[in-house]
């Protein structure tokens, strides 16, 4: 069996140690895709092995979303929408021989398949309803783990001394007792003296001990074994949450805790489904034949993470919070430009970075602001951008358990995670029905930070700060306090995100979406002082606290004077209303913003009276700088804006699609252009673009001949320009796959690195607006002589007749080696190579981003004068859930706020897939409605989108009712 040993955006997961008009319509008789999308490792993969040759795939479906309630109710809908969805892929896959299911999880709406490696096999798995994607069964790996002098401590190690577990032990009677941990690792020492008696069972006799060990084969199945360690790892974190003291030395945090143990990377090596099913036997433990086996644990561990946004790891740690169960994981090492590690970057994990002995951050813990725009499907309800770690902990020089009765000192955000892990369970065991808002509440207001990294808290290297174990449980084990509604203004409605001080002790708490907030506190009068913008302070003195009881009390606030903020906004070139536009009121703390309507207007009531910076923003369209508007109260500002024609879009296609995304990201967001990520194999949808971007190509198999001359064809007619790149890697790069295809350039060559002392530059050989006002002979640096920048370079020859010509060289400072820039004036549009510029647009010189924007603008088409322009708004879809079979109403407003009348093609795209393209010939000024009808044949979430718009609606199976 061959696994897919995963690079890039799919990147190796590792263990981290040491580490209104007329109506239109279009109707189809069904919500049919053409394929699911199939990542491009997984298409080389089963191009790269032998025909027939069996390979392993695995096939997501769409995950429940919205569920809610206690850990049953949970658990029940995330099983039910698995066999609901699953049922109908199944009952197609059984009808063949040729494709084993393998397995089949839940808490990630995932099937684990067998195929023989050959692409009809993979095609048939693409065109299965309910499949939203397709992806290798990608392999995970264990770096190598650094072990570090033994710094054993008298009686505690330094990290349990530093968070003062040990105190919490003493003066609270806290130590983890009917408190539950699952550590999903390599496997664990069952019968070290630390560890000895402390794995859960449902049998004590039953040595593979029921409900306390799983292992998991590499599909995700369960595997009959023994409690083991396969390495050390496993052991050592293990060790760190609930270890004892037989040596003299206590190295657990929470030592009468007990704990499970999922071995999901044995050997150091496993599987994406290893990983998933030991989440989801962690989350509803089962014995080895797949029964109910103990209550769920209290807290699940994970010292393990894949540099990046992995977003496949969204869903089954979202269902772990949702469950109730605090998932405490590792925010990564070494994680260079990516920042963070997955599943620690995830919005809902409690991620963990590592300290040493004296608070300092280790220079290996990582940590940055997630943005959503980085995942490739993110979650509607995140927010826009946090931060990560969320906490930290001891990480450098931790003493543990090691196999074979010893122990060992290692360094890593993994030690790390334990310590807190561990901290949680003491936190559950004082507190058991401590939700995990709560407790990260606690944990976070608890913890100990200064201002050695930033000046506020959360920051990208304490988060919140380092845990103390102590005042953590503390706060949470006393059995009294307050409870409290906020409401606000005339109508008396719940007011969140208001910030209540609890004296003495300064005691900060934030109301959450139902105004209401909740802290415990020991008996006494306290005073609450509560603040939000928009209403005046409030404060309410001798609220009083009696032992065993929480007081409840309402404080209702007094808006401050407010006025109306309203305006228009307008299109530049034709003085015409746009409509879909937002407006926002920045740097305030709570969302104030509207959208304008059909007529272009907006209007915010109840601003409060100030000075604020207002900005207006449309996909569509380049919007002016933010404009300075005073609110004054009983009045109304008015605010209008201007909007202009956006650059031309560009289509950046590479395989894998997240190399292109990357320059979306990095290259064109930032610079207010917009642009589309594709796939090779989507170049028809690429060339609707005015600039196309073709790029990396990890597998010859992308090339396809006929795509890409009707690529060239279509660009060629509507006058849209070309820009291909290349770099010293992949199989069929732009500018390796335009000499495939025309023979032009002739030739091209790539080397992996220049020697020491040797610089990486394009020289100028004619003088060009892409080179700017640099003359002939004239160096654009790319890679310097003393920079540690990747010097592995790119080059052709041969490049001439009809328009085409080379006008840069790429050398070293020994010297020109071939063509390095060459552009090609057609008749019609424009071509562009760069033989630079096909990864790693980060690492780019300044000098190489200025060549490279200075191109795109070069190839882009003349801005048209007095043309049509469309915006598209009001997107919705008749009803939020339906039966299989049962029709979706889908419509869209668009607009022509251009100066002439023209021809828009609406184009409804039904899980990231085009479903229809409705042409729509409007007047300037005119507006009209276009709609369509799907017929959903499978159940499961369906994304619908058109441009910039977005919403779903949800398909179940049909109700079926008996006949009496």
Known sequence: MRHFRVRSRLATIAVLAGLAGTALSSTNAAAQRDTAPVAPELAALVEGTDRGEPVQALLMLPNATGYGGGYDTVIDTLREHAEDSQREVMRRLEARDDITVLNRLWLTNMLVVELPAKTEALHALAELPGVSHL?????????????????????????????????????????????????????????????????????????????????????????????????????????????GDTSG????????????????????????????????????????????????????????????????????????????????????????????????????????????????????????????????????????????????????????????????????????????????????????????????????????????????RPDTRFGHGRINAYEATARVAVRSGITGMITGGASGDPVAGATVVVSPGKRTVTTDANGTFSTRLEPGAYELVVSVFGFEDATVSDVVVAKDSFTPVAVPLRSVPSGQLTGTVVFDESGDSVPGATISVLDVPRNIAATTGADGRYTMPLVPVGTYSVEVSHPSFTAPAPSQVTVTADAATTANFTLTRRPPSVAVVSSPESYAQEYVDRVFTPAGIPATAYSHSELEQAARHPVVLIGYNTSSGNYDPARVQAMLDTTDASGAGVLFVDHATGSLNGLRLLSRHTGQPEATWSTAGWTDGEDLRYEVTEEHPIFGDRKVGDHVMLAPVDSDLPKWAAWFAGYEGEGRRIIGALGRNSGVVGGGVAIDQRANNRHVLLSMHGADPGAWTADAKEIFHNAIAWVAPEPPVNAPNFASYDLTVSQDTVQVGEPVSVAVRVKNVGSSAGTYDAELKVGGSTFAVTPVTLAAGASTTVSWTITPDAVGTYLISVEHLATSFRVRTPVVTGVR
């Open 135 to 243: 992806l290798p069964n990608f392999e995970l790996t264990l770096p190598d783990v650094k072990e570090s002098p033994d710094v054993r401590a008298q009686s505690h190690t330094w990290g349990v001394d530093k968070i003062e577990a040990a105190r919490a032990w003493q003066d609270l009677d806290v130590t983890g007792t009917n408190a539950k941990v699952a550590v999903l690792d390599t496997g664990v020492a069952i019968n070290h003296p630390d560890l000895a008696g402390k794995m859960a069972t449902t049998d004590h006799r039953d040595p593979k001990h029921p409900g306390g060990w799983a292992e998991f084969d590499a599909s995700g199945r369960r595997v009959d074994s023994l409690p083991r360690d396969s390495a050390v790892h496993g052991t050592h974190v293990t060790g760190t949450v609930v270890g």
């Open 249 to 456: 030395t206590a190295i657990g945090v929470a030592p009468d805790a007990e704990y499970m143990h999922g071995m999901v990377i044995p050997y150091g090596r496993g599987t994406f489904a290893q990983i998933a099913a030991g989440m989801q036997w962690a989350v509803a433990p089962t014995d080895i034949n797949g029964q109910p086996a103990g209550s769920p644990p209290d807290v699940v561990s994970m010292s393990l993470g894949a540099n990046g946004f992995l977003s496949e790891m969204i869903a089954p740690t979202q269902a772990i919070r949702a469950a109730g169960i605090v998932p405490v994981i590792a925010i990564g090492n070494n994680c260079g430009t990516a920042g963070t590690a997955s599943p620690g970057n995830v919005r809902e994990t409690i991620a963990v970075g590592a300290t040493d002995s004296s608070d300092n951050v280790a220079s290996f813990s990582c940590g940055g602001v997630v943005r959503k725009d980085q995942w490739a499907e993110p979650p509607a309800e995140w927010p826009e951008e946090w931060v990560k770690p969320d906490i930290s902990a001891p990480g450098v020089d931790v003493h543990s358990a090691h196999p074979g009765g010893g122990y060992s000192t290692l360094s890593g955000t993994s030690m790390a995670t334990p310590h807190t892990a561990g901290t949680a369970a003491l936190m559950r065991s004082a507190a058991p029905d401590l939700s995990v808002d709560d407790l990260f509440t606690a944990l976070a207001d608890t913890s100990f930070w200064d201002d050695r990294n930033s000046p506020d």
